[in-house]
């Protein structure tokens, strides 16, 4: 396989990752641009970002809080 098709293969998995990301967030409660700016920052934790929805924080300050 060439560089260049390692990488794009690498990129479209990324991508993937993130539309997932994304889509989770979006199902807990954020908004599709919040989701979007918190799923493409792989140093916030998924399942914390999540947490904090439950734990009754309003979205808008749980993605003030995580970014």
């Known amino acids: 396989m060439a560089q260049t098709e390692v990488h794009v293969l ?3 998995e990324h991508e ?3 539309r997932w ?3 989770e967030l ?3 409660g954020y908004g599709t641009r ?3 700016r918190l799923a493409a920052r792989h140093d916030i934790d998924l399942h914390r970002a999540i947490e904090l929805l439950d734990q009754g924080c309003p979205p808008e300050l749980a993605t003030k809080i995580l970014l």
Do not use: C, M, Q, S
Request: glycine share 6%; hydrophobic share 40%.
């Open 10 to 12: 690498e990129d479209t």
């Open 26 to 28: 979006e199902r807990a």
């Open 34 to 36: 919040a989701a979007g």
């Open 16 to 18: 993937k990752i993130v």
């Open 21 to 23: 990301r994304a889509e």
